[in-house]
């Protein structure tokens, strides 16, 4: 098995990236999805999350209010550590559990967004970075997701800089150009990490 983490700033084309290469064979193991998974009506982890702030972060259809929550925890670093200490373990432990079953000789990818901002690099046995400028991510950020340019700038800023993901990079996929280019680096990648699978 060979533990990949994927990762690329805002706009950089990564759950792109992560389409191809599960398409081609790859085990994702995707934090943002699970994230969501662990807290579905029903869990213990949704149970858990509403132990720590309340029903009032439910829906009236009894699903977690993201919006609500999102506006407790990013203006009060403390409640967002409280979230992450319910929500971060759970996801370890599902992650864990889908790389378990992958089998010794699966490719597993890892989609994590902040891999350079939270020191994660040294727990893959390669790192992919997925690149762009910062000028193309702009574009896309506003004319394909419909941001405003001050809120995807600002998405930008608070992320790690191009230099500090590239310098963690085994592997770079550059997705500044056409799709079409995009399909050929991916193959390429793959081949290369098929290739440590069996080293």
Same mark, same amino acid.
């Given at each position: 098995?060979?533990?990949?983490?994927?990762?690329? +700033?805002?706009?950089?084309?990564?759950?792109?990236?992560?389409?191809?290469?599960?398409?081609? $064979?790859?085990?994702?193991?995707?934090?943002?999805?699970?994230?969501?998974?662990?807290?579905?009506? $029903?869990?213990?982890?949704? /149970?858990?999350? !509403?132990?720590?702030?309340?029903?009032?972060?439910?829906?009236?259809?009894?699903?977690?209010?993201?919006?609500? %929550?999102?506006?407790?925890?990013?203006?009060?670093?403390?409640?967002?550590?409280?979230?992450?200490?319910?929500? @971060?373990?759970? #996801?370890?432990?599902?992650?864990?559990? %889908?790389?378990?079953? *992958?089998?010794?000789?699966?490719? #597993?990818? @890892?989609? &994590?967004?902040?891999?350079?901002?939270?020191?994660?690099?040294?727990?893959?046995?390669?790192?992919? =970075? =997925?690149?762009?400028?910062?000028?193309?991510?702009? @574009?896309? %950020?506003?004319?394909?997701?419909?941001?405003?340019?001050?809120?995807?700038?600002?998405?930008?800023?608070?992320? *790690?800089?191009?230099?500090?993901?590239?310098?963690?990079?085994?592997? =770079?996929?550059?997705?500044?150009?056409?799709?079409?280019?995009?399909?050929?680096? &991916?193959?390429? !990648?793959?081949?290369?990490?098929? +290739? @440590?699978? /069996?080293?």
């Amino acid at each position: 098995m060979v533990k990949v983490g994927l990762t690329g +700033g805002i706009g950089a084309g990564k759950s792109e990236v992560s389409r191809r290469l599960a398409a081609l $064979g790859a085990v994702v193991v995707d934090a943002d999805l699970i994230a969501r998974e662990v807290v579905e009506p $029903g869990t213990p982890g949704l /149970a858990a999350v !509403v132990a720590e702030f309340g029903p009032e972060i439910l829906t009236a259809e009894g699903t977690l209010d993201r919006p609500k %929550l999102g506006a407790i925890v990013f203006a009060d670093p403390d409640r967002l550590a409280a979230l992450n200490a319910v929500v @971060h373990p759970l #996801v370890g432990r599902r992650s864990a559990e %889908l790389e378990a079953a *992958a089998g010794p000789d699966a490719v #597993v990818v @890892h989609d &994590v967004p902040l891999l350079a901002e939270n020191g994660l690099a040294p727990f893959y046995d390669v790192v992919v =970075v =997925v690149d762009a400028a910062d000028e193309t991510r702009l @574009h896309r %950020l506003v004319e394909v997701r419909g941001m405003t340019e001050t809120d995807a700038r600002a998405r930008m800023a608070a992320q *790690a800089t191009r230099e500090a993901r590239l310098a963690v990079a085994d592997l =770079v996929i550059d997705n500044d150009g056409p799709m079409e280019r995009l399909d050929a680096q &991916v193959a390429d !990648v793959w081949q290369k990490l098929q +290739g @440590h699978t /069996a080293a």
